[in-house]
Structure formats: C-alpha cells, structure tokens
C-alpha cells in the first residue's frame, strides 16, 4: 500500500508541477516569518555540512538558503518538479530521492529543511521518513520541519483544474512531536502561527519545528 501511495504522491505533482511552481514559486515573498526562520536556519547550519532541502517542489527554499550562502541542495520524488526547480534556478543543484528510503550514507548531512514535506504522507510512511531523516543526519545535526497544523485529511481528486490522487494531511504537532522523538530527535523549539492571507498561502495554522538529532 505504501508503494502504491508513493506513486501517486509522485505522478499526481509530475501532472500539476508547471502549475504548482507559477502558483508557488515566489511564496516567501509573502512570508517573513518563514524568511526569518530560513535565515535562522542557515545560521544556525554553517559549517555543519551539507544540508538537504526535502520535497523541495520547485525549490524556492532552496534557492533562499542557496542565496545565503548555504551548501544546499534540493530532493523530490516528482521529475516534474525536479524539471521546474532546475528551471527556476540555475546554479542550485537537485536530485530525485525518496524521502522514505534515501540514496545517503549515515550521518551524511550536516541539516534538512523540510517545508511542508510530509502533507501527503500517512503515519506510516512519516515514521519511515523521520527514521531515515535521522540516520542520514550527522550527530547534533539540525532539523527544521514545517506543516499544517489540524486533524483532518483532506482528499483531493484535482489541483489547478488537472486529475490528482493525493491525500493532504493536516496534523496534531503532539502527534508529529512524539514521532520524531521516537526516532531519536530531541525537540528544541516548536511555533505555532495563523496563516497569511488567502491570495498568500492555504488557510491553515502552521507549525515550525526544531529538532535536533542527538550527538555522540
């Protein structure tokens, strides 16, 4: 079931990408606390290593972290938008992975952001990403995880007028909280905040976390 649920996550954002990237893009602009906490972020990250932007989409936080000064890179499970990402900014290098079984040694990454990554994932499949998330992070690395905050699953059959098969999770941050502790992640901070405006962003609460890998 897993399979087949990662298949569709990935053919359904090959169908909306082009959309998904005019519609998306240019989002931070829009959003400064999240450009607050992305500068925090690479701060906070330099001269830890590598870090990786998960489920990057069309890759407008990798680009911020890029135009930092981060040793960043993009991951997505979608070519389609691996193909918009590349697009929209030369100079930022992606790669196709899957989130719940990484192509990376252990201890690999110095940091991950991951914004809005695990919206499509069942509990099943964000207890597999979380675990490989630890283990490919290097001791005392950093994670910084972003969701919609809600208890309901949204089932959506179309996104910008095209046919998807995709869930959207809405999640307790207890509920993602106890999960990446389980997986060995210390929570440093968690923040809560209402949404922006509709022309800005969907209109739910979101939840930013901090969550630190334990070091040796």
């Known amino acids: 079931m897993s399979e087949r649920q990662l298949d569709s996550i990935r053919a359904s954002y090959d169908r909306v990408a082009d959309a998904y990237a005019e519609a998306i893009f240019h989002e931070l602009e829009g959003k400064p606390f999240d450009r607050d906490a992305l500068k925090r972020f690479a701060r906070a990250t330099a001269g830890r290593g590598p870090v990786c932007d998960m489920g990057c989409g069309p890759g407008q936080v990798a680009r911020f972290l890029h135009d930092l000064e981060v040793d960043v890179y993009g991951l997505d499970l979608s070519p389609g938008m691996l193909e918009q990402a590349r697009r929209l900014n030369p100079g930022v290098v992606f790669r196709a992975g899957d989130m719940t079984a990484l192509d990376l040694e252990d201890g690999a990454l110095g940091a991950i952001a991951a914004f809005y990554a695990i919206v499509n994932l069942s509990a099943e499949l964000r207890r597999r990403v979380f675990r490989e ?15 919609h905050v809600g208890s309901e699953v949204l089932e959506e059959k179309e996104l910008w007028g095209r046919p998807i098969d995709m869930s959207f999770y809405l999640l307790d941050p207890d509920t993602v909280r106890a999960e990446l502790e389980s997986e060995g992640f210390t929570i440093e901070e968690m923040t809560l905040r209402d949404p922006y405006p509709p022309e ?17």
């Open 133 to 147: 998330m630890a283990r490919v992070l290097a001791p005392e690395g950093l994670l910084l995880l972003a969701f």
């Open 200 to 216: 800005v962003e969907y209109q739910s609460r979101r939840a930013y976390v901090w969550a630190r890998k334990a070091g040796n």
